[in-house]
């Protein structure tokens, strides 16, 4: 986990843990709602209330894992071999296939999808970015496996 990233992450827990929460359930498909409407506000200050006024209705954790989610690191301590071979039988597809897709395309979710279409062939090294290392807030919505339709 980048460093910067990690802290932030840490410091958003804490503000959370300090607010006066109105905590409120939020399901799967709630969460993938939330994030299709954020994605489609583009970058504009309406993001920033959403996601403020959203926060506000989560547990510490769970707005900790929506901040996750926002800037894609769901990293759960798994050895990589394991999500390969995981990933594999899932989608009936060899494992060694999984692992070289996913060692040229650099993103497991990515991988995945490519394995669920039976197109591990396809996958390409990144374009080589002008990352500058500051977390952005694009929402994953394009992998959350939530529905069939994926």
């Known amino acids: 986990v980048h460093a910067g ?36 506000a583009g970058p504009s200050l ?15 954790a769970e707005g900790e894992t929506l901040a996750k989610l926002l800037f894609r690191d769901l990293r759960l301590g798994l050895d ?19 692992r070289k897709a996913r060692s040229r395309c650099k993103d497991i979710g990515h991988a995945a999808v490519l394995a669920r279409h039976g197109d591990l062939d396809s996958a390409e090294a990144p ?14 919505t394009g992998w959350l496996p939530l529905d069939s339709s994926d």
């Open 5 to 40: 990233l990690k802290d932030w992450l840490l410091s958003t827990r804490q503000i959370l843990e300090e607010c006066p929460l109105r905590p409120e359930a939020m399901s799967l498909k709630d969460t993938r709602g939330f994030l299709e409407e954020f994605d489609a």
């Open 46 to 60: 309406e993001r920033v209330r959403m996601l403020a006024a959203r926060w506000l209705r989560l547990h510490p």
């Open 80 to 98: 990589t071999e394991l999500i390969d071979s995981a990933i594999a039988t899932a989608f009936g597809a060899d494992a060694a296939a999984v």
């Open 127 to 140: 374009e080589p970015s002008q990352d500058s290392g500051t977390p952005t807030a694009k929402p994953a």
